[in-house]
């Protein structure tokens, strides 16, 4: 490998139709040839992102990723009429969305889709060989659900994944039936890891993680209304775990660098572990969270878009940094 050349590890955040957002992170990151993907843990919308790379990386490598990428957010997006070509949405679209959203509140995912259609899975289903990836790949896998009877994270990795574990990840209990695995139900894996970071810590060999945040890690207002309420509080369910796992990494690396020697393994992993983040842009965290159910083909566009020149400028301040320090201050953020 080259001196300028870098291996990363992913950890990408779900958010539903924000996941666009990650779409076009990674789409820009495939472009640079510098880059080497060693591992990924992704959650929910992170997690149908992680699986469509890796395995566009088995088929026709980086730009084999970056088509099974594209073709999926293709099949999930839908035309809607009259939706404008900026960031604005229509009015009778966001309140059809809001209407959706109240009626989760009173009738049950089974109540609400009784013959539970999953336009997910049919995409899943057709753009990905879940044998094949498997067998082939080429890079280490972490998929992270939440098991309901007991609340714990499950991650599966390449080795085992098929299409209901990955979908399992994205299965909010308000809108579709658990999904049960080896006599398991499991819910969206973003109520215990969103995303998971230990297996890149544990398991790879990279010094670098590369975060990818959808939601904010800090809002200015307090909401008043009914609507920015339960927006933040999922907002918080949805962020504690990976607050709380970025806290314990951040003391435990200011402990070991305090020492002269790191004898143990873990000690010297954590020594060298350098984190980084590419946050989701000021249009990105302004959007209502009823914009997380927004599969407009337009809008889904828009946030790979923004995506890409999030990342187009994480590169061009951060590169230099991979493999020598954090590009963030933990103790700032995450202390």
């Known amino acids: 490998m080259r001196a300028k050349e870098k291996v990363i590890n992913l950890a990408l955040q779900g958010a539903g139709a924000h996941g666009a957002f990650t779409w076009g992170v990674l789409d820009r990151l495939l472009e640079d040839e510098r880059l080497f993907i060693e591992g990924i843990s992704g959650t929910s919308s992170g997690a ?20 099974v990428l594209a073709d999926l957010w293709g099949r999930i997006g839908l035309n809607v009429p009259r939706m404008s070509t ?29 013959l539970n ?50 979908l399992a990840s994205t299965r909010l209990p308000s809108w579709h039936d658990a999904i049960v695995i080896d006599g398991e139900a499991y819910w969206d894996g973003g109520y215990a890891g969103n995303p998971a970071l230990f297996p890149l810590v544990y398991e ?22 009914a ?16 607050l709380r796992e970025m806290q314990a990494i951040t003391r435990a690396k200011k402990q070991v660098e305090r020492r002269l020697l790191s004898v143990g393994r873990l000690e010297r992993r954590l020594r060298r572990l350098n984190i980084h983040l590419i946050e989701a842009d000021q249009f990105l965290a302004q959007q209502a969270g009823v914009s997380k159910l927004d599969n407009d083909a337009t809008f889904l566009s828009l946030l790979r878009d923004r995506g890409r020149t999030q990342a187009e400028a994480w590169l061009r301040y951060n590169f230099h940094h991979l493999g020598k320090r954090s590009s963030v201050n933990l103790l700032e953020l995450f202390g």
């Open 227 to 242: 609507s920015g309420i339960q927006h933040r509080t999922r907002e918080l369910s949805f962020g504690t775990t990976f």
């Open 117 to 166: 259609l999953d336009p997910l899975r049919d995409a899943v289903a057709e753009l990905i060989d879940f044998e094949r990836l498997q067998a082939e790949c080429p890079i280490k896998l972490y998929i992270a659900t939440t098991q309901v009877r007991t609340g714990k994270l499950r991650l599966f990795t390449a080795a085992e994944l098929t299409a209901d574990a990955l």
């Open 86 to 114: 900026t960031a604005a949405r229509s009015p009778y679209r966001a309140l059809a969305l809001e209407g959706a959203l109240a009626l989760t509140h009173t009738l049950s995912a089974h109540e609400l889709n009784p």
């Open 48 to 67: 149908i992102n992680a699986v469509a790379l890796a395995y566009g990386l088995i088929t026709e490598g980086r730009d084999g990723a970056r088509r």
């Open 204 to 225: 790879c060999a990279s010094s670098d993680i590369v975060i990818t945040l959808l939601h904010p890690l800090s809002r200015t207002n307090v909401p008043t209304s």
